[in-house]
């Protein structure tokens, strides 16, 4: 049986005695009583597959805050640069908003933009239109629908 008891209730131990000693069986003779006073759990060294699955839910953590700053600073940059584009697409970053963002990036290029040009967008992002089988569908999945913003009677007309 193994016990691994915290440096830090060691120390705070070592800071009660009267006199300031540091040797091998001083250092001992204080584990030993620290054993014998409190309760401590056994060591269980634990799993591989346990240790992975920290380390992965560790590693998304970290990279779901990245992507938050990212998409943050992604935001105010186009509050700068293009402050009219926010009310265009339903979402922000589907596929056709940020491939039509990566295409003219600037609300003068988007403004001498014809139709066509667009459209064409549009449809080479969305692919087959042919599989939506009701408009509405084919306007949630561009992204270009309105979003609904209500609590209990109230429903908004502009949220903008």
């Known amino acids: 049986m193994n016990i691994v008891i915290n440096p830090l209730i060691s120390?705070?131990?070592?800071?009660?005695?009267?006199?300031?000693l540091k040797t091998d069986a001083a250092d001992a003779?204080?584990?030993g009583a620290l054993f014998y006073k409190e309760e401590f759990e056994p060591y269980k060294k634990r799993g591989q597959h346990l240790m992975n699955l920290r380390y992965l839910t560790r590693q998304h953590e970290s990279l779901t805050g990245?992507?938050?700053?990212?998409?943050l600073q992604?935001?105010?940059i186009l509050d700068q640069v293009f402050p009219e584009y926010h009310g265009v697409f339903g979402d922000l970053y589907s596929k056709v908003s940020l491939r039509l963002l990566a295409l003219h990036p600037t609300s003068k290029e988007v403004l001498e933009l014809d139709e066509k040009e667009i459209t064409a967008t549009i449809l080479a992002e969305i692919g087959e239109i042919d599989r939506f089988n009701h408009a509405k569908k084919f306007v949630a999945f561009a992204g270009i629908d309105p979003s609904d913003f209500s609590s209990g009677k109230f429903t908004a007309s502009n949220h903008k």
């Open 66 to 71: 990245m992507y938050v700053q990212v998409k």
């Open 29 to 31: 003779h204080l584990l």
């Open 11 to 20: 120390h705070n131990a070592k800071k009660t005695n009267l006199r300031r």
């Open 74 to 76: 992604f935001q105010a």
